[in-house]
């Protein structure tokens, strides 16, 4: 059963440090999207990445978070230093990028507290 | 730019009520539109969708019907039960997997 993976599943950090979330996309997937979702601000689109190529990153804080996808297995979302306000759960998309179909595959969310 | 205006939550029904959840995109163009449900401690999983006016999506007794000439998509289920409770999100997309997402609507199903 194909499923995006994502690590860690919870994370519990000191304002500061770097935090690093790992996605795995579904098998031949070429889309990935990084989503953080707030109960003040819902679902935000932070990244976004087709055949490995990052195409938005608009939504992401420039400054302190950065996003790569060093191969087709695997995609990253680092935080340095992390903040209070960066506490979220981050989620993990993968999309067949074919017409319009749309559909995305979450992964399960990596939850993030910043002390 | 494209938007989705979905009715804020949350939304408290009985077990077997009738589920209405509203909404309205704006888009250029003919996107495609979608409903997401997101359970308790989970991601997002798409629930249906219809790529072209007047089509109709369904699954799970859930039902939404693309409406172009109000820029409707509106979420129908018939009878609800408790194990409906989660958020529902609306969304569309006209290029490739590039989704645009409505706030979310949290829905509560009591016994």
């Known amino acids: 059963d194909a499923r995006v993976t994502q690590t860690p599943r919870d994370k519990v950090t000191e304002m500061g440090q770097e935090v690093t979330m790992r996605c795995q996309p579904i098998?031949?997937?070429?889309?990935v999207f990084w989503y953080r979702q707030t109960m003040k601000q819902g679902l935000e689109l932070l990244a976004y990445?087709?055949?490995?190529?990052?195409?938005?990153d608009s939504g992401m804080p420039k400054d302190r978070f950065s996003a790569e996808m060093p191969d087709a297995t695997l995609a990253t979302l680092k935080i340095q230093p992390s903040e209070p306000r960066d506490s979220a759960v981050y989620f993990c998309?993968?999309?067949?990028?074919?017409?319009?179909?749309?559909?995305?595959?979450f992964g399960e969310g990596s939850r993030l507290t910043v002390l | 730019g494209d938007s989705v205006t979905q009715m804020e939550g949350p939304v408290t029904l009985s077990e077997e009520a009738f589920l209405t959840i509203n909404c309205t995109y704006t888009?250029?163009?003919?996107?495609?539109l979608f409903w997401y449900v997101q359970y308790p401690g989970e991601g997002l999983q798409l629930l249906l969708k219809?790529?072209?006016?007047?089509d109709k999506g369904s699954n799970k007794g859930f039902e939404a019907t693309y409406r172009k000439e109000t820029t409707s998509f509106h979420l129908e289920k018939g009878s609800v039960q408790v194990s409906d409770s989660a958020v529902y999100f609306c969304?569309?997309?006209?290029?490739?997997?590039?989704?645009?997402f409505g706030g979310g609507t949290r829905l509560m199903v009591k016994p």
């Open positions: 990445f087709r055949n490995r190529a990052p195409l938005d």
């Open positions: 888009a250029t163009g003919y996107p495609s």
């Open positions: 219809a790529t072209k006016a007047d």
């Open positions: 969304a569309l997309s006209k290029a490739g997997n590039m989704l645009t």
């Open positions: 098998l031949g997937h070429n889309t």
């Open positions: 998309a993968s999309g067949s990028g074919q017409g319009d179909s749309g559909e995305l595959f």
